[in-house]
Structures are given as C-alpha cells and as structure tokens.
C-alpha cells in the first residue's frame, strides 16, 4: 500500500495514478498533526490496513492534480548512514558504520524547493537513497529481528553543502539546512519491495541520469544498520533511517535544476533547487573527477565557476 498527504495535508491511499482521500477514517480524535495521525495509522496499522482498504477501494482524483506533501512530516527522529556503499569495489577500505542525524525542519516533499543558503561551500549536492520508516518502537533490535520493526519504504536526497571547512562540524554544518531532506511522495509499505537489498537507485538532474546504482553495494545492510542504530538510542513508529548512497554520480546542485529520483517501487520523487545568489559550478560528477585523476572526496567534488565564493 502507498500512503500520502496532499494538498493541506488530507490523508490518502494511492492507487495507480489516482488517490483516494481517506481522512474521515482518523476524525477521532478530532485535530490531530499530520505527523501524530501518520504515526498512528503506522503503530496500529494492522487494525486499520482493512479499513484503509475498502475506503480506498473506489472513487479518487488525478495524482496530477493535487499537490504531494511529505508522507512524514515532522519525524521524531532522521537518522542518515555515512559512508555505507562500497562505491562497486572503488572504495580502498571498507568503512566504519557510521551516521548522523537531521532535524525535522530539514524535510521537504514532491514537488518542493531545496534552497541553498549563504554558506562559503565548495559544492551543494544531493545524494539519493532508500530510506526505512519504523513501524514499532525499537530499542536494542537483533539483526535477525530488524525487518520485524520496519513499516515501509520512502525515496530520500541527502542534501549536504561539502567542504565547510576544518573549523565547522563536518556532518551538523553540511547535512542539517532547512529543506535538506526531500523525502516521498509516498510512504511505501515493506510487503510492495520483494528484496530492499536489490533495488535501483536513479536520479535525474534536468532529466538527465546522474545517480545509477543497486542497494545490493551496501557496506552494512538495513538490517545491521537497524540494530547499530537501535542500540544507540530509541527509534519510534514514523522515524526515519535513510541508508546513505553510491558517490559516484553524485555533482552540483545549482539554482533552477530540476531533480527526480526513484528508488523502484516507491514512485518518482520531484524537487526544484533553488539559489538566490545563482552560484554555478562545473557538472563533473564525483567519478568523472576519480577517473580524471583526482584522489579523494574532498577533491572529487566539483569546482565553482562563478558566484558568491567562487575561488575561496
């Protein structure tokens, strides 16, 4: 099952192009946060899937013609792993588990702007990644356990803003802006995606394919990851653990791009960029710079052209 917000946060279920509003079914208690309600169907969701279902079994309108909004809106917690692909054996060692967090003001949905700030940033980019959503509070989880906890499947871009500098703290500087988490367009329920560890990543700048690469390159998979993170701390139902990305086609974002990614299976996510001070960096992806001769990450990102910093 595919659930959504849209418009001025509605509820509903998404059945091939369409989506059929299914509010009326969470009127009581009357006003609940778009966040507590998601919350909610995702804790009890076993009582209300059949509910959901014949609600959703006739009527609906157009996706085209509403407005998606974040299937989470304001999450507890977002947890981004760091480093976690072996770049398809590029990588000379193999990394440490690792991540970071980002708070609930950095999400965005389908069809919204990611906006570069005012920062001295050597490059902007966005990473594009399979992110899990818990179904269940968990807390100290056994791999063997961990999809016993996950409720589904979301689309996610981790926006960073790379090269800070040694005086700043490298992942709070770089991942946590306002608009640096576009997730969706729906929430996915774990049942669509046969193998999460086998499934396409792609996005698209301006409709050209940058991103390209398989879940399957994952240095700890969902499950290791699910119990690190579950021994750390307390996850709840509707948090979010995006699983990181491949770098290799990752390049700069600039104001006016168009950028869509899609894990398969969890439909097309669209997000717009924008810069006020129309900064622009060469389109060299982290590869092209590789292949070029250019060692290490801090390296491989592309250089700036014009703008605001250019040459810092």
């Known amino acids: 099952m595919k659930l959504a917000f849209f418009d001025d946060f509605s509820f509903g279920v998404v059945r091939g192009d369409t989506i059929v509003d299914v ?16 919350s909610a169907v995702i804790a009890d969701f076993g009582a209300c899937r059949e509910q959901l279902e014949a609600a ?9 013609s509403v407005h998606i909004r974040p299937p989470i809106p304001r999450p507890e917690n977002i947890i981004c792993m760091a480093v ?9 060692e193999f990394p440490t588990i690792n991540a970071f967090t980002k708070p609930a003001s950095s999400v965005i949905g389908d069809g919204d702007e990611m906006v570069l700030p005012d ?5 902007f980019e966005g990473e594009a990644e399979i992110a899990v ?6 807390r100290n989880v056994p791999e063997e356990d961990a999809f016993d906890f996950l409720f589904g499947y979301t689309n996610f871009i981790d926006g ?40 396409q990543v792609r996005l698209w700048n301006n409709g050209e394919l940058r991103q390209d690469y398989n879940t399957d390159d994952m240095a700890y998979p969902i499950a290791r990851c699910v119990a690190w993170v579950t021994s750390i701390h307390t996850m709840y139902p509707g948090d979010i653990l995006a699983m990181g ?3 290799a086609g990752l390049h700069a974002f600039m104001d006016g791009d168009r950028i869509e990614m899609e894990v398969e299976g969890l439909g097309k996510l669209r997000i717009s960029i924008r810069d006020d001070l129309k900064r622009t960096w060469t389109r060299e992806t982290h590869l092209e710079r590789e292949l070029a001769g250019h060692e290490g990450i801090r390296n491989q990102i592309a250089p700036q052209l014009t703008g605001k910093y250019a040459g810092n």
């Open 133 to 138: 959503v818990f179904g269940k509070e968990a």
């Open 56 to 64: 959703a079994s006739s009527g609906g309108v157009p996706l085209d």
């Open 84 to 92: 976690n692909y072996l770049e398809n054996g590029r990588r000379k």
């Open 23 to 38: 509010t009326h079914l969470f009127e009581d208690p009357p006003g609940l946060s778009p966040q507590n309600l998601i």
């Open 119 to 123: 920062l001295p940033a050597k490059v």
């Open 245 to 247: 990305t491949n770098h």
């Open 160 to 199: 960073s803003a790379r090269g800070l500098g040694p005086d700043r703290n490298i992942y709070y500087a770089m991942k946590s802006h306002d608009t640096f988490a576009p997730i969706g367009p729906f929430l996915v329920t774990k049942d669509e995606i046969e193998d999460p560890q086998k499934v």
